[in-house]
């Protein structure tokens, strides 16, 4: 065991109490009464951070809640520049009564600590600053550049992090980042998250009459918009999955051999699918796998449908106004933009007999990621995940975005790694979530052996 | 002018100041704080046909509002009995501030009374009863034998008539009813309804995962439900106006050439039809005419649409379930009961993969209604409307149902014509409700005049 990873062991103890401390403070993103917690947490990392021997730490001002920022950059030229990502508020903790423990009053039990944060994002942004300071406080000095770049508002989608990632470029450039705030497959399973997908939202709103009339007066003279609506629905994708909007494949990655392969690796049997959603049957674009539709082909879901009488019984109404909220998950290499124009022009050109369409943008929208083939970072993670778990990482792709790893690419045009250790089971956004305390120094040798190996 | 003819001119004034005291009385079915002003009303229609001469005037309580009924059976045994059939209840008169002149306050404008229930149905029951005390008064006897069966909650639907009616059928008994409770085309233009349609409602309910899911997470490998509904709706119905549902159209009467030319005799142009509407476009089944599709073909509306996220902006849920309220409107000889089935074999046919779907009944049916060709009280009525406004009555069919209409036939086994002299142009559930005065005049010769005819 070197040095460094002597110095982790030895003092594992201080650190768990450490996390505990963190952990104690309610930093609660979402909830205007934490604002100052959330600033107290910013001040607790700004202070952790100087401590374990990083320079410039500071907590910056947004528009909403801070950031957190601190370097080391003495390892010369000829080595790159890391920045390591990560998150210190957390979700609300309601409902507090379904809490072994309170949230906000940290114990360790069966080998992990439960409470709120512990495992989404502080045990996890936590590791590489304690990895940071095993080097310098056993060596003096660190294999690699290193910046810091943690955020207040992530749980609430970092609603003032793009204004502020873009306008302080030059505090956050590095060859290489990776993300403190992820996961790993399974307990003794090690992933690489190779994509993510992209995100468009929108709504077609379809309108018959003017105001809602009596089905009995004029009812059979007059299109029906809720009718309407289904036919425009299902004219946008088939009942066996295919998307029928024209264009709205074509700018899609297609998988090769060795990327089917690779998602088909992931363990997802159908029926945990089943299992754990309650659905009746695996369903969805024909031609694919499971794997392969969640996680690397493209969707169209229908998030919400309004229309008409929606109380109880019976109301004869012929409604004016029906509509539909659509989100698209998209994938490499398709535009948020394109797919909505492709939408937009389907359903104009496919609008049923009297009625009219409209179809608008809803908030929210993001480019797929796809992380490059033979992509350095990527590849020196999946080295050390190798090492450490002794099994090669499978490399997933998550159904879901990330909007800070599309904003650190489109600002610094890196691709970020993600490279954390908490698990899907750790009951993240949900009452009694737990960090495992061996993946807590797991990670810790994790980023370590990092930095040793980009350093040489 | 015969005698009883100059009986109401002379007692014109009286009558108006009773409409006027009896349009003063809030007898809103729908409000519990005026039930005793339902009742109060009731009372003042049994006091004012005992005024008028009826016998046996009585207020039978029901299980909610009471009903009314006298009688006069004293024409003899060769002679017709006839049933006529009003409402003294009214619709809430909310917004008050959008009234002239208050709605229980009535006053007499430009020749009509303006206030809440004017022309539905005060002014329009009120007139049989008139016309019974003009013969009454000056001849002392009627042509024909007369029943009264006036209710209180017709505006909520008459949700305890059925079974009143039920248990009551002998006060109830007669060769021919006729209902007070009605329209003409249009002033200057009389009408006969010859059909009403049924009614059947429905909701089907589709499942996908058992609680909302995460689009990110599982999007794209079960099915969206909302998707799925999408489908099966589209599969009921074209979007061009024909119903698809096996067996949907087995039991309809065919309309022979004669009907669709007396429907195609009604005025009501499709220029109508978009401006009050708003709609784009007439549409519907095809090879029907506007009036036939409105008047005298089955429907199938959509009347309500829920599914997932309905509030403001993204969410990027996808749905356990979405569900769609759905009335068939229903022509003879169509029956409630069998559409149901058809809808319910069609969606469990047709059900797309990956998810569940279920069908319920929801409340509210009517068997349709069609008077038989020849009918005796049918042609009475036209004959009379013929020789009062100087031209032959439009032969029209309704796109509503009108319960109470099917409550009677199906109960006394008598097909109820409409003889009533409101228009569909007097705010009857609106603000501003009037009646006209020369309409009320007119109402009254007319039904002594159908007396006369069908007691000669």
Redesign the interface.
Known sequence: MSDWEEYLSANQNRFIDELLAFTRIPSVSAKPENIPDVRAAADWVAARLSAAGAENARVYPTEGHPVVCADWLHAGADKPTLLVYGHFDVQPAEPFDLWTTPPFEPEIRDGKVWGRGASDDKGGMLIPILSFESFLKTRGKLPVNLKFFFEGQEEIGSPDLPPWVDANRGLLEADMIFSADGLQWAPGVPQIVEAL?G?V?LEITVQ????D????????????P?????????GL?R???LITVEGFYDDVIALDDAARAALDRVPYPDDQ??S??????????PGYT?QE??FA???L??????????GA????????L?S??I?C?LVAAQSPEKIFDAIRAHVEKHC?????AKVIR???RADPFLVPAGHNASSAAAEVLTELYGKAPLRTR????IPVMTTLLDTLGVHAVMFGFSHGDENLHAPNEFFRLDEFRRGQTAYGRLFERLGK
Do not use: C, F, Y
Not at 208 to 211: A, D, E, L, T
Not at 276 to 285: M, R
Not at 301 to 310: I, K
Not at 398 to 401: A, E, L, Y
């Open positions: 997908k995100l939202s018959g009459p003017r105001s009339q009596h089905s009995g007066m004029v009812g059979g003279g007059i299109a029906n809720a009718l309407a609506l289904a036919h425009i629905l299902a994708r009942e066996d999955g699918l089943l754990e959603t309650g659905s009746p049957a695996p369903w969805g674009e499971t539709r969640i082909r493209p969707t879901d229908v998030n919400g449908l309004t229309s008409g009488w929606q019984g019976t109301k004869t109404v012929l409604p004016a029906a539909a909220k989100t998950r049923p007999p009297g009625v009219s809803n908030p929210g998550v159904g879901g975005s």
